[in-house]
Structure formats: structure tokens, C-alpha cells
């Protein structure tokens, strides 16, 4: 069993930054990919990022590759999403979330557990 837990997200302005954070917990949570996927209202949920368990393969959406970096410190249980140069249509709510897969997953369904999510809001 893998919990999860996200923070940092809030209220931004467009052309600024967030860091979101994941702390994992479990015996075993540093051996997991992890991911963050968001959902904006009426929207379904979509791949943002992701990472394998040693951090040496990293994925990302289109519309986030070179804005975003994903990266994690398995010595802390935790997980970052580096958000730079925000959007407005970033805006939603943002999860993590942990697979047990070499290649990190794209695609939410390979993920087995969950966190609870963290709002991220960019204004324009």
C-alpha cells in the first residue's frame, strides 16, 4: 500500500511559477513510477509527467515539455513537479500518483494508487 500526499499548489499568475511536492508512503514507494496527471473542470483527466523509480527516465504531455520538470528524491519518499512559465489552461486540479512499471506509464489507468489532489489556479 502506497499513500499519497500532494502540496503546493495555489494561485498564480500567468508567466509564473509552482512547485508541487508528493510525499510518498509505504514500504516500498521509492520502487514505484510515479506520474502527475491533472482535470480541469468538465474535462477528463490527463497525462502531465512522469518518472521511473531511479529517476533516469522522465515523460512528459506536449503541451507542458519545456516548461515543466518532474524529479524526485526517493531519500524523502517525494516527488516535485517544477511549474514555470504557467498558462491559464493549466489550470485544474493536479495529482500524483504511483505505478508499478519499469517505463513510467502516460496513460492513468496503469496507475494503482492516488493522492487527493492539489488546485493549481493561473490568472491572467
Known amino acids: 500500500q502506497v499513500q499519497l500526499v500532494e502540496s503546493g499548489g495555489g494561485l498564480v499568475q500567468a508567466g509564473g511559477s509552482l512547485r508541487l511536492s508528493c510525499a510518498a508512503s509505504g514500504r516500498t514507494s521509492s520502487s514505484y513510477a510515479m506520474g502527475w496527471f491533472r482535470q480541469a473542470p468538465g474535462n477528463e483527466r490527463e497525462f502531465v509527467a512522469s518518472i521511473s523509480w531511479n529517476g533516469g527516465n522522465t515523460r512528459y504531455a506536449e503541451s507542458v515539455k519545456g516548461r515543466f520538470t518532474i524529479s524526485r528524491d526517493n531519500a524523502k519518499n517525494t516527488v516535485y513537479l517544477q511549474m514555470n512559465r504557467l498558462k491559464p489552461e493549466d489550470t485544474a486540479v493536479y495529482y500524483c500518483?504511483?505505478?508499478?512499471?519499469?517505463?513510467?506509464?502516460?496513460?492513468?489507468?496503469?496507475?494503482?494508487?492516488w493522492g487527493q489532489g492539489t488546485q493549481v489556479t493561473v490568472s491572467t
Open positions: 500518483a504511483a505505478a508499478r512499471f519499469g517505463t513510467p506509464p502516460i496513460v492513468a489507468y496503469l496507475y494503482e494508487y
